[in-house]
């Protein structure tokens, strides 16, 4: 082989690409990270018992999934989750007042602007059912009736994140409805004990 041949197959090896190793992990977007620590605390907050802890653990929910539904371009999803974050805060902060519960209720009104200033359709409609269900959750003082409210709300937002393809969402939508039907039993089946035990100590007096 001469000197030119060598040099000719020299410079056609090192022009041919080099193969590259396929990516097997996805590309990690801000989207998915809010969508992950929404999906945290949307699925942590039905195993607590204290109502502060719950709304807490909800407004850190809302927060999360405010950026995650703006990210993918999910604005109804965005506004509603901005008026839950302002509940959440109120019924946290602040003691029960005849200014309070205006401004509280006022959320309501106020979803409905969002709503058809955000309209997308069925999505919109699902999300602000639930955004309602969920105001009269945390607006209840018994701990059962915020659950059985969120049960609802949660089947409305599931119904949202899977219209408009937030699979984050919709697992934190679902594991939520699972702890809280869960939770839902295990305080039902309390009651009935207690509701057992409550002749036989007074008989017992």
Known sequence: MSTKQR???HSGTQSRPVPTVPKMIPE?????????????????WALFRSKKAIIATQALCSASFITHYMLIGAVSGASMSSLSLSQS??????????????LYWSTLPAMMVLTALTWHGPASLA????????????????VLRLRLFFVAGSLAWIVHDTLVGSPFGCTANIVNLCFNLWTIRALLRERRRDNL?????????
């Not at 990270?33 to 945290?40: E, I, M, Q």
């Not at 805060?89 to 205006?102: F, N, Q």
């Open 7 to 9: 040099r000719n197959l």
């Open 28 to 44: 990690i977007s801000a989207a998915m990270l809010f969508g992950v620590a929404g999906v945290c605390f949307g699925a942590s």
């Open 89 to 102: 805060l109120m019924i946290g902060l602040w003691r029960r007042s005849r200014a309070m519960t205006v």
């Open 127 to 142: 999300s602000g059912l639930g955004l309602t269900l969920a105001a009269c959750g945390r607006w209840q003082t018994s």
């Open 197 to 205: 035990r409550a002749p036989a100590l007074a008989a017992a007096a």
